[in-house]
């Protein structure tokens, strides 16, 4: 099922899962974070992994539409379906069950899981413009938690280059 074409059906499939949907700001498509989510993995942090692409592509559909396990696991297999579901919260759980549920979930994930998680950090925090300063602090807070969660990670060579540019991000944040 790892064929050449994983990321292009993840693109596709992420695209109409996610069409009705847009960012924050109410205009810009949610699928455009996806796809920058993916672009960070790969030409950001060097990871060309069929596997972390496709999960990148598909990090929020769980959480975020109809689409369940199952529907991963069919289309593109257990390691994708594995790493979409440690990036989803268990919305069923109290908040502050909810997050130490899903760190630790992360935390046992395999390393594209964590990798994506510093993506989808690296994109949010990219994409703060306008946001009060509150939910700038909340942004900042979750790319520490997955900073610490990928120094497991440590030694990685694309794991090591996401968390250098997440904590350049950062600085930047802190600077403005």
Known sequence: MLGDDLWQRAASFAAAA???QTRRDGVTPYAAHAFRVAMTVRHVFGCDDAVCLAAALLHDVIEDTGTDYDDILD???????DCVAALTKNMALPEARREADYDA?????????????LADQ???LCDLAGGDEGFRARAAARAARALALAERDRGR?????????????LERLNQS
């Open 105 to 117: 979930r992360l935390a046992a994930a395999d390393w594209r899981a964590r990798l994506v998680k």
């Open 122 to 124: 690296y994109d949010n």
């Open 157 to 169: 060579d694309c794991t090591d280059r996401a968390r250098a540019a997440v904590r350049v991000v």
């Open 18 to 20: 996610h069409r009705h």
């Open 75 to 81: 289309r593109f297999g257990p390691e994708v379906a």
